[in-house]
């Protein structure tokens, strides 16, 4: 089974509906990470989490809200969805401080028409 | 202009070749990571650097700190070698990663 594991995998919204990206890790790493990739750009942060308690703020995260459910579980919403919130959504993990690889899940294609 | 630059942004080549793949970036970092993203959009790590080399299979990643400079090389290229290959700095003093664009690497049989 995958370490990183999102739900769904693929994903078509509409303007101003809500909607959760789901993101599980059994790797036991205590950091998780959401990015987004769009064409032509590199992955952007959107959140990270240091632990349950500790949610920080990436460089993108307006639009966006985050919940850290436990250890293993960090969900990405899009309150009210737009149609350039249209990307390829990553979640990832990493151990103490970081500093060791990022281990990513499969990503979610989120498409808001 | 970004922190981290990759080239080239595409590349073809014939199986059997001897690839490169580099990156720069401008200010002070504590790692580098190459990433490889597969046609079907996951992301794989393949190597962390902060000094020297590192080799693994036909992948061997350098990096020079004085330079701000890092390379990705393949040897043997093949065809399931085609991916984006990414390059991601951890700036000094800071938590987060920062991406380049990835190189769009194809190998022709």
């Known amino acids: 089974d995958a370490d990183v594991t999102q739900t769904p995998r693929n994903r078509i919204t509409k303007t101003g509906k809500r909607i959760m990206l789901e993101c599980s890790q059994t790797?036991?790493?205590?950091?998780m990470y959401w990015y987004r990739q769009d064409p032509g750009l590199g992955l952007r942060l959107i959140y990270y989490?240091?632990?349950?308690?500790?949610?920080n703020k990436g460089e993108i995260s307006d639009g966006y809200s985050v919940s850290r459910q436990a250890q293993a579980k960090f969900s990405l919403s899009l309150e009210s969805a737009i149609p350039n919130q249209t990307a390829l959504y990553f979640c990832?993990?990493?151990?103490?401080?970081?500093?060791?690889?990022?281990?990513f899940g499969p990503g979610t294609r989120l498409t808001v028409t | 202009k970004n922190e981290v630059e990759q080239s080239p942004q595409n590349l073809t080549a014939q199986e059997g070749e001897f690839i490169t793949i580099n990156c720069s970036y401008s200010?002070?970092?504590?790692?580098l990571h190459w990433l490889q993203q597969h046609p079907g959009g996951g992301i794989v790590s393949l190597f962390m650097?902060?000094?020297g080399k590192k080799k693994h299979g036909r992948l061997i990643a350098t990096i020079n700190i004085q330079e701000k400079h890092s390379s990705l090389h393949i040897t043997a290229s093949h065809p399931r070698d085609s991916a984006v290959y990414i390059c991601a700095v951890r700036l000094l003093g800071r938590e987060k990663l920062t991406f380049g664009t990835g190189t769009r690497l194809t190998i022709i049989p």
């Open positions: 200010v002070g970092i504590s790692a």
């Open positions: 790797k036991g790493h205590d950091r």
């Open positions: 989490s240091f632990d349950v308690k500790d949610i």
């Open positions: 990832a993990t990493s151990d103490y401080r970081g500093r060791n690889e990022q281990y």
């Open positions: 650097l902060s000094s």
